[in-house]
């Protein structure tokens, strides 16, 4: 059996770098990915208009100031095929290809107690042990399609946009279904209505979203950010959500409302998400700050989309701004006002069943040619429950987190010495810029392996206490804000059956860095650390 020190599951932004700085402080390490290249979420999400949300300097590594002054970012907004050139252009530049193992998942990962080492298993045979694991296996990587009834025998094509073709797809002529309207619908449904004979939405919620405003970055732009990108990473990585802008200071409240439409007018002209992140302090914290916002945004979808009875559909009504995931649109509410588009109302009247021929819903059947499924994905803690991990004496994670996920600062779990979570529950993960917080948790993974390495310390762990209190206080962060008002994937509610858990950490990426360099600080406060002599001990006693 081959052995590594460390197994690093998944070879997206957390892979690549985490599999980067394993080999730079001389660790020997294995990288498997399921899908046959590298990427990750750009790899998979090849959806037409998949695009990030956060804009592409900040969305972008930080770690080498060579790759961060030679890359060039065309758009504010950079799309999926932008991305994914990226990350392809840095497995290449840190010559990372030959630590993964491709298009091999990873099928099961088993602790063994006599020798403190990981056994891990592959869908292609391949049978490995470690003394590490460390799962960069993503937060939004196990799409999900709902067991809507006969799905299995429509005739036409199916998509989910996580899981999307290489081949280009040509909508062209056919009457097309979108089913979903969060993110990933928003993102596809102006690029598919362009193409499509009809595009048929079948929404169950509709959801805020505000507009991205693209546009190309002009190379003085370029210049004149990167002479003080290093000013602009230390500030992101001590700010709210992971962006290098200056937060708001005042409140909503404290503005007349003719200052704060103005605001918000303003940022809407400007687009993307720091419209809720950057106007006021207190949008995401007070009911009342958040329904000036609300009340602004549902205005703005009033007089964007023509027909009223339409409009009126498509406006939330029933949970605050920013509470499910903000959605930064290209033409989404504008693409309702085309005579090839219909907006279908499921929450009224729910999908029955998917025929041979299409959907039914309110007992009508809407003929399709093809299905994309825009449903999202068991986020967070699925794709770490998809491994089948057993830690300590067998104990399966899935049963460890049976009413939902319990870990610390969301980089460990007690009972599972040695394994490692980037961005696992409880930690900031999908309320943040994911890069910044990605890099700030394979930094501290690896200052936390040199440290057993110089003390010659075989296993770490968290105390159970310092981890329950984690969790309370994870919880307490998330009840203090308007996030746990809506139904969303942050607290597993697409997911029929899964614990109702709010799983990010929301109080900021900034606080949250402080705490655990503060743990690190007071001797790894929470953690259990155990040398060979210490186990053997407690084994044979
Ligand atoms: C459509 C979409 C838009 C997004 N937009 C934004 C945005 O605007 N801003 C933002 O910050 N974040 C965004 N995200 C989140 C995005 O996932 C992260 O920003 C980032 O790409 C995560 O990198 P990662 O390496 O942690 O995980 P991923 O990129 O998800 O990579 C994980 C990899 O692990 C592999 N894997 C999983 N399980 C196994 C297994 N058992 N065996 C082998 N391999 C496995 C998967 O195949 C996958 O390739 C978006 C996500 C999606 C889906």
Same mark, same amino acid.
């Not at 309370?472 to 899964?498: C, M, Q, R």
């Given at each position: 059996m081959d052995e590594f020190d460390a197994i690093v599951i998944g070879a997206g932004f957390a892979g690549l770098y985490q599999l980067y700085r394993l080999r730079e402080l001389g660790f020997t390490a294995q990288g498997f990915e399921a899908g046959d290249g590298v990427g990750g979420t750009w790899y998979w999400n090849r959806y037409p208009g998949a695009r990030c949300d956060v804009e592409s300097m900040d969305y972008s590594y930080s770690f080498s100031e060579e790759l961060e002054q030679e890359w060039e970012w065309t758009e504010r907004y950079p799309t999926q095929p932008e991305i994914l050139r990226y990350l392809n252009y840095v497995a290449d530049r840190f010559d990372l290809r030959g630590l993964i193992k491709l298009a091999t998942r990873v099928t099961s990962v088993v602790y063994d107690n006599e020798t403190n080492r990981w056994t891990v298993e592959t869908n292609r045979g391949d049978v490995v042990s470690a003394r590490?694991?460390?799962?960069?296996?993503?937060?939004?990587?196990?799409?999900?399609?709902?067991?809507?009834?006969?799905?299995?025998?429509?005739?036409?094509?199916?998509?989910?946009?996580?899981?999307?073709?290489?081949?280009?797809?040509?909508?062209?002529?056919?009457?097309?279904?979108?089913?979903?309207?969060?993110?990933?619908?928003?993102?596809?449904?102006?690029?598919?209505?362009?193409?499509?004979?009809?595009?048929?939405?079948?929404?169950?919620?509709?959801?805020?979203?505000?507009?991205?405003?693209?546009?190309?970055?002009?190379a003085e732009y370029q210049v004149s950010r990167k002479k003080t990108y290093r000013e602009y990473r230390e500030r992101a990585k001590y700010s709210g959500g992971g962006h290098s802008a200056i937060l708001p200071t005042k409140s909503a409240l404290e503005e007349t409302n003719a200052d704060r439409l103005a605001e918000y007018e303003r940022r809407w002209e400007r687009g993307g998400a720091p419209l809720m992140q950057m106007s006021y302090t207190d949008l995401m914290t007070s009911r009342e700050a958040n329904q000036t916002i609300a009340e602004f945004v549902r205005g703005k979808i009033r007089e964007i989309v023509t027909d009223a009875e339409t409009a009126a559909k498509l406006t939330p009504v029933?949970?605050?701004?920013?509470?499910?995931?903000?959605?930064?649109?290209?033409?989404?509410?504008?693409?309702?006002?085309?005579?090839?588009?219909?907006?279908?109302?499921?929450?009224?009247?729910?999908?029955?069943?998917?025929?041979?021929?299409?959907?039914?819903?309110?007992?009508?059947?809407?003929?399709?040619?093809?299905?994309?499924?825009?449903?999202?994905?068991?986020?967070?803690?699925?794709?770490?429950?998809?491994?089948?991990?057993?830690?300590?004496?067998?104990?399966?994670?899935?049963?460890?987190?049976?009413?939902?996920?319990?870990? &610390? @600062? #969301?980089?460990?779990?007690? =009972?599972? +010495?040695?394994? /490692?979570?980037?961005?696992?529950? !409880?930690?900031?993960?999908?309320?943040?810029?994911?890069?910044?917080?990605?890099?700030?948790?394979?930094?501290?993974?690896?200052?936390?392996?040199?440290?057993?390495?110089?003390?010659?310390i075989e296993s770490v762990e968290p105390l159970i206490?310092?981890?329950?209190?984690?969790?309370?206080?994870?919880?307490?962060?998330?009840?203090?804000?308007?996030?746990?008002?809506?139904?969303?994937? &942050? @607290? #597993?509610?697409?997911?029929? =059956?899964? +614990?109702?858990? /709010?799983?990010?950490?929301?109080? !900021?990426?900034?606080?949250?860095?402080?705490?655990?360099?503060?743990v690190v600080a007071n001797g790894y406060d929470g953690f259990v650390m155990t040398s060979r002599q210490e186990r053997e001990v407690a084994i044979s006693k």
């Open positions: 590490y694991i460390i799962a960069a296996t993503g937060c939004l990587s196990l799409w999900q399609i709902p067991a809507f009834d006969g799905l299995e025998s429509f005739r036409g094509s199916t998509f989910h946009t996580g899981n999307w073709p290489r081949d280009d797809i040509d909508f062209a002529g056919r009457r097309v279904g979108v089913i979903g309207t969060g993110s990933t619908g928003i993102q596809a449904i102006p690029q598919i209505a362009k193409q499509a004979e009809h595009l048929f939405v079948f929404q169950r919620t509709p959801n805020y979203s505000v507009p991205a405003r693209n546009h190309l970055l002009t029933d949970y605050p701004f920013g509470a499910k995931r903000l959605c930064v649109d290209i033409d989404y509410f504008e693409t309702y006002n085309r005579g090839n588009v219909t907006l279908v109302d499921v929450r009224s009247a729910p999908i029955e069943k998917i025929t041979e021929r299409g959907i039914v819903t309110g007992g009508y059947e809407y003929e399709l040619d093809a299905i994309v499924f825009a449903t999202g994905y068991d986020a967070i803690t699925g794709p770490l429950l998809n491994l089948n991990i057993r830690g300590r004496d067998g104990r399966a994670l899935n049963d460890a987190w049976s009413a939902g996920p319990r870990a &610390y @600062l #969301g980089l460990q779990v007690a =009972g599972f +010495p040695n394994l /490692f979570t980037i961005t696992g529950p !409880g930690s900031p993960s999908v309320i943040s810029n994911m890069v910044v917080s990605i890099e700030q948790h394979v930094d501290w993974i690896c200052e936390c392996l040199m440290h057993l390495r110089e003390h010659d206490e310092a981890q329950e209190a984690w969790v309370a206080h994870v919880n307490e962060a998330a009840a203090a804000t308007l996030f746990p008002l809506a139904k969303s994937w &942050y @607290l #597993g509610d697409n997911i029929p =059956g899964k +614990p109702r858990v /709010f799983m990010p950490y929301v109080a !900021g990426v900034g606080a949250y860095r402080r705490k655990c360099e503060e």
